[in-house]
C-alpha cells in the first residue's frame, strides 16, 4: 500500500518535472505571450483579441519582421487559454515567462484579470500591454511595466454627457443600472461623476449580480423613476437582455446608452430593432482618421487590410489588440533592442501617432492621448455623432 | 399599483423557472442523479428552435417539439449508454460523470456554435398585454403559459399513463419495482430522456427571452438546482410551486433591496427553508 | 508511526524543490499544495464523517478577505493569515451549528448555499471589501525568486501542519466518532457519541487550514475578487481529489492532488481550446472504465454512508 503510494508519488513528481523541463527556444523571434480567454463566459472577447493579435503578427512578418538595430526579427504569439478564470490568468502569464520564454506579454482581456496578472509580469520586469483595461483601478499599483492602450473610463462619459445635454436641454433624469463587476461599476460611477458636474439629476443608481438572468425588477423600478437617459453597463449578454426588457415594459426614455456592447456587430445581429438608436462610446471606431507611423499607416490602410483579412469593420476591442502589437513594435524599433527594460523605458516616453490615434502614456502607464468617439445605432450600424471632425450624422433622440 | 407589476414579473419569471427546474427535479427526484449536464440541454433545446428560425423560419413555439423530440433521443442514449453502467453507484460518482460529460458536450457546442450570443428576433412579435399600470410582455406570456402547459402534461403523463406509473414506482422503491417486473433500466433511460425532453423543451422557449450561448448553461442549471429544492426533488408540482416561489421572491426582493441583492435574498430564504422543511415546500416529511 | 516517516520524507524532499530554481515548477509546486490542503481540509468532514460538504471554498475565500481586509488595516502578514484561519473556524462553528442538523443532498446544498451567501455579501459590502471591483494587497518587495520560495514554503508549511493534524485526528477518538457517525449517525447517537459536538469539530478542522490556504494565496496574487476566490469549483475540486486519491484515507488527498493537478496541467497544454473536453473525456473514462481506480477504495464506504443517511432509492 505505501510503497504505491511512493512509487505514484514519485512518478508524478517526475511528471511535473518534465513539465519545467520543457520551452525555452533560441532566440531568433520575437515571442510575446497573449493569455486570452478563449473558452468560458469571455470567449467572445478573448476571440476578437486574437484576431487583432494574428493581424498585426501576419502584417509584420509578410514584411519581413520587426527590425531591431541591424537583425530583423519575425514576431510569434504564444496562445494560452486561461479559461476566463482570473486566477489561471496569472498562473498562464508566469507560464509565459517562465516556460516559454516570451519577451513580452499582452495582458489577459478586461480589468480585473489585466489587473491580476500585471503583478507577475511586473515581478519579472516584462513589458506587457493590456489592449482592454481601461479603469484607473488598473493602474493604480505604481507599476513600472504595465501600459494600457484604453484612456481612462471618464473620457467615455465625458464626451457622452457633453453632445446629450447640448444637443437636448430636455434630458435632466439619469438612471444607471450596473453589472456589479471592475469595469462597469467603475464606468457607472464615472457616468454619475459627470451626470452631477453637468446638474443632471441621477434618479437611480443600481447594480445587478454578475449571471443575473432577470431585469424586471430594476425595470419597473426605472419606469417609476421616470428617466429621460436610461444608463446600462455590462457585457454583451446583459445589455441584449436588459434593451429587450426596456422594451416588454414600455419603458421608452429619449436616450439609451449602453456600455460595452453596441460596438460589436453581435449586438445589433442579436438587437435587431431594438438595437436601433442605442448610443455607447469607444476608444476607436473604423471611422475615425489618422495618419500613423506605426506597420499599418493611416486607419483607412489599417480597415483595408482587416476587410482583406477578416471581411467587414473591425471593432474597438479588434483594433485595440492589433494597436496593441504595433505600439509594441514602435517601441521595440525605438529602444532598437528586445531588452526588456530598454522597451519599457521607449513604452513609457513614447509619443507617436497610429492608426488608432495619438500614443502616448501617462504616469501610470495608462494611455492619455485618444479622443473617443461618441457613436449611436443607426439603421443597424455604428454611426459616429461626436467628435465634429469625423461625424457621420447627428445623434438621434427618440 | 406598482407592486401588481413586480408580482406580474415575478409570476412570469417563476413560470419559465418552473419549466427550466421540472426535468432536472424528475431526474434527480427518480434516479437519485444530479444531472449537471441540465444546463447545457437547455441551451442546445434553445439553439435548436434559433437555427429552425433562422433556416426554415420555424416559429420557436413549434420547435418546442422538435427540440423535445432531439433531446429525448440524446438523453436516452445518455443514460442506456453510460450512465447506467454506474447508477448503482453513490449519488458522487453519477454526478462526477456527468459533470465529465458536461464538459465534453458544452465545449464541443462552443467549438460549434462559438460562445457569440445570438437571439430570436421574431418577426411579428406578440403585443404587449396592458392592463391598467400593469405591462405583459405577450412572448413572455405566451412562453409562460406553454411551459405551464408542457409541466401538466408531464405530470398527467406520470400519473395516468403505464410507463408513468412505472417510474413512480421506480421513484418510490427501485429494487421492489425491479421485483414487481419493471424494467428499471429502460424506465431510467425513459425518465432520463423525459428529463432531456423538458430541458430542450424549456430551451426552445427561453430563446425568444433570453440571449443563447453556450456559457449561459451553468446560469440555468443554478437556477434549476435552488428551484429544485425549494419545491422538493422529484415532484412535478413541487417544481411548479418551487420555481414560481423563486420568481416571485426574487423579483419583490430585487424590488425592495435593489436587483444586487435579489440573489443573496432568495439564497438567504433557501437556508431558512432547508432549517424548517428540509423536503421542501410540497416534499413529504422524513424523505430525507 | 509509518504516516510519519512518509510525510516527513515526502516534505523534506519537496523543501528541496527551490534548489532547481524553476519559479514556474515553484508555483506548481505550490499549487499542489494548496490543492492538497483543500482536500485533506474536505477529507475532514466529507471523508471522515461522510458529509459532503460544498463549504471549501466559503472558507477559502473567507479567510482570503479577512486577511487581505486586515493587512489593508496594517496588520502584519502572519497574524492576518492566522485571522484568516480563526474567521474560517468562527464561521464553521456558526454555520455548522446550523446546517450539520441535515444529511445527504441537504447538507450538500446547504454548504453550497452559505458560499453563494458570503459572496453575495463581500460583493454587497463595497465600503469594506471594494465589492465588485475587487481588493488590492500590499505588494510585497522581494525579488521573484524569493516571492517563489515565501510563497512556496508557506503554503507547504500548512500543508505539512494539515497533514500532521490529519494524523493525529485518524488516530484518535475525535477520528473513530467521526467514522462512526459516517458509518451509522443514529447507532452512534444511541451508543453515548455526542454526534453534533464531534460533526462541528469536523468541521472546524476542515475550516481551519482552508481559511489559511486562502489568505496566503490572497497575498501570493496581490489582488483578489469575489467570483475568484469563492469559485465554486474550488469546493468540487477537493471533493474530486479525495475520490481520485482515496475516500478517508491520510495520504489519498495527496495523491489525488498530484493527479488532478498533472491532468489539468497536461490538457491545458496540449489542447488550446479543447482543454475542457479532454479532462471530460479522462473524468468519463476514470469514472466508468477504470472503476477499480476511482471506485475500489470508496464504493464500500460510500455505500455504508448512504444507507446510514437513509437516502431513499
Redesign the interface.
Known sequence: MTMTHKVFSAALVASLLAFGASGAAAQDVIRIGAPLPLTGPLSPEGLKQQRGYDLWAETVNAAGGITVGDTTYPVEIVYVDYASNTPRAVQTAERLITEDRVNFLFSPFGSGAAKAASSVSERYGIPTVAATASSAEVYDQGYQYLFGTFTPNDTLTEPLSDIVTSANPDVKRVAILARNDLFPLAIAQEMEKSAQARDLEVVMFERYAIGTMDHSAAVTQMRAAQPDWVFATGYINDLILIRRQLADQGVDPAVITMIAGPAYREFIEAGGALAENVSSAAWWHPAVRYDGEDIFGTTENFNAAWEARYGGEADYAEASAAAAGAILQLAIEKAGTIEPSAVRDALASLDVETFYGHVRFGETGQITSLEPPVFQIQNSRPTVVFPEAIKQADFLFR | MIYFQVLANGLILGGLYACIAVGFSLVWGVLNVINILHGTFVVLGAYVAWFAYAYFGIHPFVSVVIAGAILYVIGHAIQAGLINRVIAAPVLITLTLTFGLDLMLNNAMLVAFTADYRQVNLANPLPAIIIGPVFLPGDRVAAMVLAFLLTGLLWRTLRDSKIGRAIVAVRMDREAAALMGVPVARINAITFGIGALMAGAAGALLSIVYPISPINAPIFLGKAFIVCVIGGLGSVPGAMVGGIALGVVEAFGAFWFGPEHALTISFGLLLLLLFVRPGGILGKKGYE | M?NWL?LLA?TG?LALLPL?G????M???T??AMYVILAQSWNFIGGLAGY?SFATAGFFGLGAYTSAVLQGMGVPLFASWGAGGLAAVIFSALVGG??LH?????FA??SL??V??LR??V??TPDITG????L?LP?MRM??AE?ATFFFYSMLAVAFACMACAIVVHKSKLGFALRCIQQNEDAANILGVNAYLYKTIGFGFSAVFAGIAGAIYASW???I?P??VF?V?IS?KP??MV?LGGLGTI?GP??GA??L??FE?FV??TF??????A??????AL??FL?NG??SLT?EK??L??RA?????
Not at chain 3, 524553476?22 to 515548477?25: G, H, S, T, V
Not at chain 3, 479532462?279 to 468519463?284: D, K, N, R, S, W
Open positions: 509509518k512518509i515526502g524532499v532547481l524553476d519559479n514556474y515548477l508555483r506548481l509546486a499549487m499542489v459532503p446550523a446546517i441535515l444529511r445527504g443532498h441537504y446544498i446547504a448555499v452559505t453563494e451567501v453575495e455579501i460583493n454587497t465589492g465588485g471591483m475587487g488590492n505588494i525579488t521573484v516571492h496574487v496581490h489582488y475578487e467570483p475568484d469559485d469549483l468540487v471533493l474530486v475520490l495520504f495527496v495523491i498530484f493527479i493537478l498533472t496541467e491545458w497544454r488550446l481550446t479543447v482543454h475542457a473536453a479532462l471530460g473525456v479522462i473524468i468519463v469514472v466508468l472503476p476511482v471506485l464504493r460510500l455505500g454512508r448512504r443517511a437513509g437516502e431513499k432509492r
